[in-house]
Nanobody, 126 residues
Framework: QVQVSESGGGSVQPGGSLRLSCTTS????????MGWFRQAPGKEREGVSC?????????FYSASVKGRFTISKDNDKKILYLQMDNLQPSDTAMYYC??????????????????WGQGTQVTVSS
């Protein structure tokens, strides 16, 4: 059974930083593309970032986070990260880690992701 688990959320002031982590079990960690999504109250879920399986240099970001967020993964530790800097109140949302059963992902974040975590809450306020 595949399990996905996020951690690292919390409350920060505007301009602050957080690093989210995602661990998995039940599948080969470095065999698939992975992504981060978020959903704010009353809004639809949106793609934040994704990373290819074969080439960690191939990453995509939504326009709203590009330049502030960085996705990365440690295949030895089997952890996916999302470093979030210069956080703003508009970043407040539940953040989800997701796995796509494909080695690639796209910048439109319209691909099918088959496994999802329960989410970790990020709140940015003064």
């Amino acid at each position: 059974q595949v399990q996905v688990s996020e951690s690292g959320g919390g409350s920060v002031q505007p301009g602050g930083s957080l690093r989210l982590s995602c661990t998995t079990s039940g599948l080969t960690f470095d065999a698939f593309a992975m992504g981060w999504f978020r959903q704010a109250p009353g809004k639809e879920r949106e793609g934040v970032s994704c990373i290819w399986k074969a080439d960690d240099r191939i990453t995509f970001y939504s326009a709203s986070v590009k330049g502030r967020f960085t996705i990365s993964k440690d295949n030895d530790k089997k952890i996916l990260y999302l470093q979030m800097d210069n956080l703003q109140p508009s970043d407040t949302a539940m953040y989800y880690c997701a796995i796509r059963r494909s080695p690639m992902c796209s910048s439109q974040f319209t691909d099918v992701y088959t496994h999802w975590g329960q989410g970790t809450q990020v709140t940015v306020s003064s």
